[in-house]
């Protein structure tokens, strides 16, 4: 076999993109150590990988590559989610029977898929989770970011190290626009059913000075059971974070609460190889801001405020990259270093079949407590 190579992506024009890079040669069912190093360093490089043709990749070799970057782990990502009929995450989310930590998601029935018969799958719309959705008569034509996301538990587990998904089945691709609706009049040209991600890394660089000695010093409390708290609540439109309407579950309307399991993490982390700082919060699951001073913002309208205010900027379309998924692609993106979000809703008989895996990882985030 030719030898590994990786090839970072090329920006469409108008976008600024600086992450992202296509890995050739790699053979995933029997990865040498010294391949793994290459792709190990080019993930932490480049954030998100590309490897072509996939196909026959077997749910243990991509549970397998999923471990590698984390031998400690070994419990899917989100754990076992209790009450999961009130978590906003993935209510019909698969499990292939032989490998547990590997999940199919998509959209349409499935007759039979790795052990899983007659399945039904669903793709999140965002009209289920954005307070003003685009108009039905729109709808076929535009969409918008569902939910930028880190993936990860963010009560009692340590958020995975890095996601594969692999394109198992693909409807064959129109265009959408999407809408920021924000005000703003941002839009960009999307493939249907795209994965879009933008760089922590890039998101923390476009911070003022201020920002920067804020971001480093302060650090975020995210909800206990978040994906339960939040489920009343709605996300704006550019799927980044939540309006403030007062709807989020009451402490005393949650499973049990064990305190040790709420995390407070840093706002600024940093890049197991590189070092460098990525700006990481996921925010739709924040409560609380705990300031470099000891004071605890506890104003979730102005926590969010301030979130808001710091992340925004990185999601203009130019530092976009929203990826366009052909049968066979397994995507292995750092988890740690960027934000994620699934766009556009599938129609009748637009058969989507993917394969997820994560794992909640051995150790926890590492503050990046460098200069500027
Ligand atoms: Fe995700």
Redesign the pocket.
């Given at each position: 076999m030719p030898a590994l190579t990786v090839e970072p992506l090329t920006p469409p024009a108008g976008s600024s993109i600086d992450f992202g890079a296509v890995i050739a040669n790699a053979d995933l069912e029997n990865l040498t150590d010294d391949d793994f190093t290459t792709i190990r360093q080019a993930l932490y490089t480049h954030q998100v990988l590309v490897f072509k043709n996939q196909h026959h990749l077997t749910p243990k070799a991509q549970y397998e590559l999923t471990r590698r970057f984390d031998p400690l782990a070994t419990t899917y990502g989100h754990g076992k989610t209790i009450d999961a009929k009130r978590s906003i995450l993935h209510p019909d989310l698969k499990t292939i029977p032989h490998q547990p930590q590997v999940q199919v998601i998509g959209h349409g029935t499935i007759e039979s898929y790795e052990g899983l018969h007659n399945i039904t799958l669903k793709h999140p719309h965002h009209r289920t989770f954005h307070r003003d959705p685009i108009p039905l008569e729109d709808d076929y034509d535009f969409t918008r970011f569902y939910r930028w996301?880190i993936?990860a538990a963010l009560y009692g587990l340590n958020p995975p190290m890095v996601?594969t998904l692999l394109a198992v089945r693909v409807p064959s691709g129109r265009r959408q626009t999407l809408r920021y609706d924000d005000g703003s009049g941002e839009t960009m040209e999307v493939p249907l059913g795209t994965t879009a991600f933008v760089s922590g890394e890039r998101m923390y660089d476009l911070l003022s000075g201020e920002d920067r000695k804020f971001a480093l010093r302060a650090r975020v409390e995210y909800a206990p059971h978040p994906y339960i708290w939040m489920s009343p609540a709605r996300s704006r439109p550019t799927g980044l974070g939540m309006y403030s309407d007062n709807l989020e579950l009451p402490l005393s309307d949650l499973p049990p609460i064990d305190e040790s399991s709420i995390q407070v993490l840093p706002m600024v982390w940093k890049n197991p190889d590189t070092g460098k700082p990525a700006l990481q919060i996921h925010p739709s699951a924040v409560r609380k801001i705990h300031c470099a001073d000891g004071t605890v913002i506890d104003d979730l309208e102005r926590v969010r405020e301030i979130v808001y205010g710091l992340q925004r900027p990185a999601i203009s379309p130019q530092y976009v990259y929203a990826h366009d998924w052909e049968e066979g692609d397994l995507v292995l993106f750092h988890n740690r270093g960027v934000l994620?979000s699934?766009v556009g809703a599938f129609g009748e008989g637009e058969v989507r079949l993917f394969r997820?895996c994560n794992l909640a990882a051995g150790e926890g985030v590492v503050a990046y407590e460098g200069g500027n």
């Open positions: 996301h993936d996601t994620h699934v997820q």
